[in-house]
DNA sequence: TATGAATGAGACTTCATTCAT
DNA sequence: TATGAATGAAGTCTCATTCAT
């Protein structure tokens, strides 16, 4: 019998790496990551914990792999943006913003936890931030060309805002007051 | 050596659950739950291991102990205030919050890392979330008085904007813009 | 109940690490380091596996210690040879080298297959080269008296003949015929 | 496809067999039995995990046989010296062994390492004694010939000057005297 | 013959907790 | 009240070995 070909092997391997940062991922944005144990991931999987270090280094590479994957997805809002007039990028923003705490609650709240780690994982915290100055620079020349006076201000208002509601719709869950918030907050800015 | 009498007694255990308390408050605050271990807290606050089990069943229970001191510490602000006319009022909360995230990075930072451990700390999370129900509740009241259109909407964002810019001071750290957030929401709420 | 003073603990210390480092020690001179097992030093010692940790930081650490104390023991003897005249010396020499191969032959296996693995434990490979070294000039200088024609050459094959013995004596236990050598030695080099 | 036949067959064997003996070899003599995985053995060889055990039980099988090939190589010398004249035959020994020790290190390291580990690798401890007691044997009738008073006692002397050099070539490597001792051993014993 | 994904026992180590004193 | 030596469960990780292909 003939040993796999290549590309069964990578296919095979692709759905364990899967199937692993799948179960990390839930468990890690539900428990936390000193919380979770390789053995609760590799089970939660249905692998062996030995399966989990033939792709990934230690739990912390795991974390780390995670991380950027979920990161990458995110990445390519802001470009399409810039090309739209103020109110409706202003509006598009509020949108993708509302959109994302809704169906990526989870992603919120590893990047969340994680960052509350800074000492071991620092990196997630310098990516955070650098994000959140991202979206200050473009609120901020949104809000000038909509003619408010102090542009960055407000801007950076709005950012603590977004992360204020991201937290608060992680702790509080279901019964959240999501949709009344974005009604407000649509009102409010791109009226 | 005559025994010690029961008041004294009492005093010894007081003084010697504060040490360990205060031990437990500043480690578990820089460096989280997981990784601060029993025999640092002891060894901080100057006294046994075994001591320490004396005092709190057991590493969660001083935990939770622990939030419920600081819980308490916040808590008589808001009697204060609701005797004041609206801006005083919404001036005086303002004041009180930049000056509690200022002065008590710590509390917020070891409340919002618990409260991300949702499994194991829920009571923090039920804390908290009423915290917040009542903040808005008061400020829902002085928006109504100040002649503000939707007064819950807006207490509600003040609210999500409180929790933001302590996450952010939190994240962010030395060089946050605090003193011109705070500048602003003054402008923009208590003119 | 008043806990134990000071004087009490620093016994039990002593006795608990006395038990692991015997129950090491022998171990490790019978298997080798990387077949012995924590496990088995612990069971060995009759302690239990996370006592050895309060005594010593690594397995690693726990060998190094080990070894020092081996050395220590056999360090106080060149020191009294020097004022010797030069046969005396030499047949106490012989002496107390045979002496050691007998009843200490478990420190020669242990530093011996510690030696081995230069990688891991290059200061025991560091320590016996410098021992060797000190032998051989000792005997260069003590053969250099009693008119040798080559004392430095004759030296080097007492050094590498100590070394041989002990091997052999190692390897072939029981049965090894340490008495006729050391006859044999004797008549050759200090009749 | 034409199946192979099976001459082919058998070569093919071979060859893998040898490719992975040289790579646990090599492996093995520089790190170590523990050191070395099976991971790396395969890896060093150029073949999976899982010939290795088409040709070979378990890890302890593979050292066997490598063990064996060794001793092998080794064992042909001693039948052509028999015939020699008892200087001729010495001087050969002397010279065998020098350049045994200078370029076949390797097979030193592996046996010397090997035997320290008695427990797990007795058979190599019984050929290694087997082998010393045979050239004690024949160097003492080479010795007896020549006319030593106690040819037994000097040929153990020399056997035990063998391993002598041979462990301390091992472990001081680069800078190590050989060729002065060898000198001073032709001048000694075949002059 | 040959592959390498997968397993699981076991290695070292940490740490909350107990208990004799 | 107070100590700290001792425990043992649980954690991360390694690696010889198996097996479907």
Not at 35 to 58: C, E, H, P, R
Not at 128 to 143: C, F, N, T
Not at 153 to 160: D, P, Y
Request: proline letters at 2%; one cysteine or more.
């Amino acid at each position: 019998m003939s040993p796999r070909t290549t590309a069964q092997n990578a296919v095979i391997r692709q759905q364990s790496q899967r199937k692993i940062m799948d179960a990390a991922f839930s468990l890690i944005a539900k428990n936390g990551y000193e919380a979770t144990s390789i053995a609760m991931i590799a089970s939660q999987a249905g692998v062996s914990k030995g399966l989990l270090y033939n792709y990934f280094d230690s739990k912390e590479d795991l974390v780390k792999q995670l991380v950027y994957s979920i990161i990458e997805i995110g990445d390519d809002n802001i470009g399409q943006i810039e090309s739209l007039d103020p109110k409706e990028a202003m509006s598009m923003i509020f949108n993708w913003f509302f959109t994302e705490i809704r169906e990526k609650a989870d992603h919120w709240r590893l990047l969340t936890a994680l960052t509350m780690n800074i000492e071991r994982f620092d990196f997630v915290h310098e990516i955070v931030i650098a994000k959140m100055q991202e979206y200050v620079s473009l609120l901020e020349k949104l809000l000038a060309e909509l003619g408010y006076d102090d542009p960055l201000g407000e801007a950076r208002v709005i950012a603590a805002l977004f992360d204020g509601i991201g937290l608060q719709a992680l702790i509080a869950r279901e019964d959240y007051y999501l949709n009344d918030l974005e009604q407000f907050m649509l009102n409010k800015y791109c009226k």
